[in-house]
């Protein structure tokens, strides 16, 4: 039968995956494997997408992906199979560190499994981190100093394996092969062992210095697992050492074997030997077959480990094939692989990739289960979670829950904002007047007052909103309930032809759009991904604020204004809907990549993370108010202070005057006069820029009437985010042309959009 006929509660063991390419992949690599026992845990509001509980962990597929893994019922438990090992020693590369006494260490291992804790425990105030959805983005770099080594550290993002399935793992994978750290640290989440140690079976093969961090040792001890830490670790041929980033424990004894490690030779230490997986006699064959060519290739032979690269030329891995394509052996190595491949599939019925991952599978249980692993029954971390989940993703209250949460945030956002905001309102009104009493006029004063107080000063105000907002929102990832949001949102964001996680992005875009462009790195599929980018300037950011502020307040009676505010931010979504509808159907192209999301169980963040993870999403912004939002706001101010002969008369003579009429023609169909073109000009720098030249064009005294505010309004919403997030776009999608894109469509939405509001506006009013 198939796994999307099971109901709510039912187990079933698992036959077989079908499909094939990334979908299959990834599904295996996520523990989706023959024998293993799968239980239905929960129905999304909708019911879809579905939550399975294999191999410990919580993940969620969509029904049609379901339909593609066979099971069988009733649960029948497969003889866990002792895989033999091989062991053999070669002489290991040592990276050519130029400083002998720096030590460089990579962290790697599974999303959630406490990477960036260690990484900031043992970088204490030296930390540079930055989590985005509980993903690590780039690579980050921290030093810690321990018996006389000064140890680099380097976070990398959390991945299930070394494919080249994600951009993550291709770039984790550079990362390791490039850049060959020292040691490596592998840290696992001891709870969830047996998945975990797939990506240890992987790093095995590529032969690295690696040190194991059992990780959530404090959970597991709660649970009673029982496991015998030192036969593993001489079984997988590295030492292990059980720690707890929640508390610091372990560090210590971690670091201590980091140095030891790096300064013993292989083979000369119990727990440091070179293992090889037994894969099965016709993969080590293949293996063998290709490493012959491999080895006698001295570009491939130095730089790789030859094992390693034949294994993933056998898993037809694109990113190996690519190098091994541009040797001259290629077309040999490429005969060895289709013979092994043959016989393989002769053998065993079933393709080389999937009797890899088999092995290694094997491999791990045969090693879990000499070293007498037992999962303990005491307390188990999901309990809590089970129960909370059975209310929070429940199917008639999942949507009011997170309703009301989105409302709680944004409500507590704008209400307790609004004291800071007065405070540095008043501040920055204060600098302002003290400069002005305390200078003599001149060009120098007026761009002080006018263009760098006035302009930063306009934006400064909205930093204690943008923390509390992502205050929540941090809160809500690190505690899991983010992943919960996706998992309720999917089916919705699936329709608009994005992914569940495309969510996340989407809320932070409500803050600011720049780190909200950089969290779509979560995003598996790369369709979803750019699509997710190209909608999130329809999130209005808490830029457009004070010009909805500034304009609602001048032009609409005070029971109308919050209705105005909620329509823009209304209109927004609903066009992001669309915008994202049309872009999935005709503009973006591609496959859609699985749904495989992972539910972490839920733990209570500690204060300390949530507010390093507010803390870097904010800095983007900052970096935004001291980079562009200053040097726009001293153009503009510039723009308006000069005309042709030297200082301007007025505004109408200054080169904005002159640049606002030459435009206005382009803006009749809205009603907009010179003095709006010019303000939404100024706003292409960063949208905070608009409201502070409206304030310099008109002095709070306007010309036109509420259609035309209201206009004004939309376009602002719409047209080019600001500099900023195009060129997050540039650098996220990598290559100009889908930023550029952004820019002209947004532009182009926003002219028809404000212009058919006006004129048919104009018919009834
Ligand atoms: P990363 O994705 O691998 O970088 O993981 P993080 O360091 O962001 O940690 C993920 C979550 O696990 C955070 O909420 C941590 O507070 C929590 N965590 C990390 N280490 C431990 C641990 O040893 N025990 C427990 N109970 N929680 C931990
Ligand atoms: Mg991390």
């Known amino acids: 039968m198939k796994l999307s006929e099971l109901n709510t509660g039912e187990k079933a063991s698992i036959i077989k995956v079908k499909g094939h390419g990334g979908f299959r992949k990834r599904i295996v690599e996520m523990g989706f494997v023959k024998g293993q026992t799968i239980e239905v845990l929960l129905n999304a509001p909708l019911q879809d997408p579905v939550k399975y509980k294999v191999m410990g962990y919580e993940v969620s597929l969509r029904r049609q992906e379901a339909e593609m893994i066979e099971v069988s019922q009733p649960v029948v438990d497969i003889d866990a199979q002792a895989a033999s090992v091989i062991e053999e020693s070669s002489p290991y590369q040592q990276s050519d560190s130029t400083d002998a006494s720096v030590i460089t260490v990579a962290l790697v291992g599974n999303p959630n499994c406490g990477k960036t804790s260690l990484f900031n425990f043992a970088s204490g105030a030296h930390e540079r981190v930055g989590n985005y959805s509980g993903v690590t983005v780039d690579a980050k770099e921290g030093y810690a100093e321990f018996e006389g080594y000064k140890i680099k550290l380097v976070d990398l993002p959390g991945t299930y394996s070394l494919s080249a399935y994600s951009p993550e793992e291709l770039y984790v994978r550079r990362q390791l092969v490039d850049d060959t750290p020292d040691v490596v640290v592998n840290v696992i989440d001891s709870s969830n062992i047996e998945r975990n140690l797939y990506l240890t079976t992987q790093l095995m093969d590529m032969h690295l210095r690696v040190v194991c961090a059992l990780n959530m040792f404090d959970e597991t001890e709660q649970r009673?697992?029982?496991?015998?830490?030192?036969?593993?670790?001489?079984?997988?041929?590295?030492?292990?050492?059980?720690?707890?980033?929640?508390?610091?424990?372990?560090?210590?004894?971690?670091?201590?074997?980091?140095?030891?490690?790096?300064?013993?030779?292989?083979?000369?230490?119990?727990?440091?030997?070179?293992?090889?997986?037994?894969?099965?006699?016709?993969?080590?064959?293949?293996?063998?077959?290709?490493?012959?060519?491999?080895?006698?290739?001295?570009?491939?032979?130095?730089?790789?480990?030859?094992?390693?690269?034949?294994?993933?030329?056998?898993?037809?891995?694109?990113?190996?094939?690519?190098?091994?394509?541009?040797?001259?052996?290629?077309?040999?190595?490429?005969?060895?692989?289709?013979?092994?491949?043959?016989?393989?599939?002769?053998?065993?019925?079933?393709?080389?990739?999937?009797?890899?991952?088999?092995?290694?599978?094997?491999?791990?249980?045969?090693?879990?289960?000499?070293?007498?692993?037992?999962?303990?029954?005491?307390?188990?971390?999901?309990?809590?979670?089970?129960?909370?989940?059975?209310?929070?993703?429940?199917?008639?209250?999942?949507?009011?829950?997170?309703?009301?949460?989105?409302?709680?945030?944004?409500?507590?956002?704008?209400?307790?904002?609004?004291?800071?905001?007065?405070?540095?309102?008043?501040?920055?009104?204060?600098?302002?007047?003290?400069?002005?009493?305390?200078?003599?006029?001149?060009?120098?004063?007026?761009?002080?007052?006018?263009?760098?107080?006035?302009?930063?000063?306009?934006?400064?105000?909205?930093?204690?909103?943008?923390?509390?907002?992502?205050?929540?929102?941090?809160?809500?990832?690190?505690?899991?309930?983010?992943?919960?949001?996706?998992?309720?949102?999917?089916?919705?964001?699936?329709?608009?032809?994005?992914?569940?996680?495309?969510?996340?992005?989407?809320?932070?875009?409500?803050?600011?759009?720049?780190?909200?462009?950089?969290?779509?790195?979560?995003?598996?599929?790369?369709?979803?991904?750019?699509?997710?980018?190209?909608?999130?300037?329809?999130?209005?950011?808490?830029?457009?604020?004070?010009?909805?502020?500034?304009?609602?307040?001048?032009?609409?009676?005070?029971?109308?204004?919050?209705?105005?505010?909620?329509?823009?931010?209304?209109?927004?979504?609903?066009l992001s809907v669309i915008v994202a509808r049309i872009l999935s159907t005709w503009v973006v192209k591609g496959e859609d990549t699985p749904f495989v999301m992972e539910l972490p169980p839920y733990r209570f963040p500690t204060a300390k993370a949530i507010f390093r993870h507010t803390w870097e999403k904010g800095k983007q912004y900052l970096k935004k108010m001291g980079g562009v939002i200053l040097v726009a706001s001293i153009i503009v101010w510039a723009l308006g202070y000069f005309g042709t002969m030297g200082v301007a008369p007025s505004l109408e003579q200054s080169f904005i005057g002159l640049l606002g009429k030459a435009i206005e023609p382009l803006f009749t169909l809205q009603g907009f006069d010179w003095r709006i073109d010019v303000s939404l000009l100024a706003g292409v720098g960063a949208k905070e820029i608009v409201a502070s030249t409206m304030g310099v064009l008109y002095g709070g005294e306007y010309n036109f009437d509420p259609l035309t505010a209201y206009c004004f309004l939309l376009f602002v919403l719409i047209y080019f985010p600001c500099i900023a997030t195009i060129v997050a776009i540039r650098h996220e999608s990598g290559s100009w042309r889908w930023a550029t894109f952004a820019a002209l469509y947004t532009t182009g939405l926003a002219w028809v959009v404000s212009a058919a509001v006006y004129q048919i506006g104009n018919l009834f009013l």
């Open 224 to 574: 009673g697992d029982k496991l015998n830490i030192d036969t593993l670790s001489s079984l997988m041929g590295m030492p292990m050492v059980p720690t707890s980033f929640k508390s610091g424990r372990g560090l210590d004894e971690l670091m201590h074997e980091v140095i030891h490690l790096f300064e013993s030779r292989e083979g000369h230490d119990k727990y440091y030997r070179h293992i090889h997986i037994n894969h099965g006699h016709e993969i080590e064959d293949g293996i063998a077959n290709i490493q012959q060519y491999l080895k006698g290739n001295d570009l491939l032979r130095l730089r790789y480990s030859t094992r390693w690269l034949a294994l993933k030329l056998l898993e037809n891995d694109k990113e190996a094939w690519r190098v091994a394509d541009e040797q001259p052996e290629a077309h040999q190595i490429r005969e060895a692989c289709v013979l092994a491949a043959r016989r393989v599939k002769e053998e065993t019925g079933d393709d080389a990739e999937t009797a890899i991952m088999d092995a290694k599978y094997g491999f791990i249980r045969g090693a879990l289960q000499e070293a007498g692993y037992q999962m303990g029954t005491k307390e188990d971390t999901y309990k809590s979670t089970h129960w909370l989940d059975a209310i929070i993703a429940n199917r008639w209250l999942g949507f009011p829950i997170f309703l009301l949460l989105l409302w709680l945030m944004f409500e507590v956002t704008f209400t307790l904002g609004q004291y800071p905001m007065d405070w540095i309102d008043a501040g920055v009104a204060w600098l302002g007047d003290f400069v002005t009493q305390s200078m003599s006029d001149g060009p120098l004063k007026a761009m002080l007052v006018d263009g760098v107080i006035g302009g930063v000063g306009a934006v400064i105000v909205f930093l204690p909103q943008i923390l509390i907002l992502y205050t929540f929102i941090s809160f809500m990832e690190d505690s899991g309930y983010m992943a919960r949001a996706a998992f309720i949102m999917d089916k919705l964001m699936h329709g608009m032809g994005l992914h569940g996680k495309s969510f996340i992005p989407l809320i932070m875009g409500f803050g600011c759009n720049v780190p909200a462009v950089m969290a779509t790195r979560t995003i598996e599929s790369r369709r979803s991904r750019l699509i997710t980018m190209l909608v999130l300037p329809m999130m209005s950011c808490s830029a457009r604020l004070p010009i909805y502020i500034m304009i609602t307040g001048a032009f609409f009676a005070t029971k109308y204004q919050s209705l105005v505010m909620i329509s823009l931010y209304a209109i927004g979504i609903v």
